[in-house]
């Protein structure tokens, strides 16, 4: 598998600066290009409204005609598997840990949190209750306005962490459950995120991931038509051995893996034929030019599911 000069083995592209930042931190490591910035910018481009959430959430519910995290997430998420991902990951855990218990967890990447309150509410639903749980993030603009959503949703149990998904301000064995919902290819050095995820659990916890758009076969790589809007230095790919690797040098066991193509490529030629044919809606909360980015971000990652180069997928690990 060829990496790129200077990067992590298992990675294709560059390596970023390990760093948090916020009220909670850790010292900052000096590396190569600082991801907070990268990470940030690609983001502000591509959802600018969601930073003026108070305004854009009244937009979302107008259009969808939900309050909550159930209709804000279909859009909050537009670009990624959105509710559909979450409540996979949420069979997930219940198949493995069963009903009827209590969990302290935590999301890896959680940008503006959209994802984590959902998947909490819907944990709480199907028996399984969470007593704390924590956003973590990379970019500090994202917790805040996390931190915004949840505060005016009632949310006392739920906390934003700005750090580094590597290095994660949180005592070792404190968790249950870690998600990682999407956000694997915006990690330059995803093993030392497994291993976090590994530290952070207790004996019996469990990690669940999907890979959107950072898992290839052995050998393939992304055409450039996916990194026309998937560009180096924001989003890493790793293969399908290397992940495996990871997840075994990180310490994991009884690992499961889902091949979600199918459900995947179904899922994302639904979610293009709402941007097109509510373009204009959409294009009125989010501006003409992310409209337009989610409509090409999503084809292209279809188009690569279907031509075999990217593995949407589905992992559930256990920690001995």
Partial sequence: ?????????????TPAVKRTRGTRSTPETPSAPDQT?????????????LHDWENTERAIVEFTGEQGPDGLLGLDQMGHFGPQGCDAV???????????????????????GGALRYTVDRLAAAGVEVRRSYGVDLVAEHCEVSARISRAQ????????????????????SLDLVLVTGSMPHFPDPGAVLREAARLLRPGGLLVLTEEVSLTPDGEEPSEAFRAVHPRGVFFTTSLTDRTDQ?????????ERKDLTD?????LADRLKVVRIFRGSVANIYGGASADLIRDTLTAAREEYLAGRLLPTLFVAGKP
């Fill in 1 to 13: 598998m060829s990496t790129e000069p200077g990067a992590p083995p298992g990675t294709r592209e």
């Fill in 154 to 173: 009632g949310r006392t149990t739920m906390a934003e962490l700005c750090a580094s998904a590597a290095a994660v301000p949180l005592a070792t064995a």
């Fill in 263 to 267: 459900w995947a490529v179904a899922l």
């Fill in 247 to 255: 997840l075994a040098r990180a310490g994991f066991g009884d690992v």
């Fill in 90 to 112: 949420v069979g997930a855990v219940v198949a493995r840990l069963g009903a009827g218990r209590a969990v302290d967890l935590c999301e890896l990447g959680s940008g503006f």
């Fill in 37 to 49: 910035g990268v990470q940030y910018r690609y983001h502000r481009d591509l959802f600018p409204a």
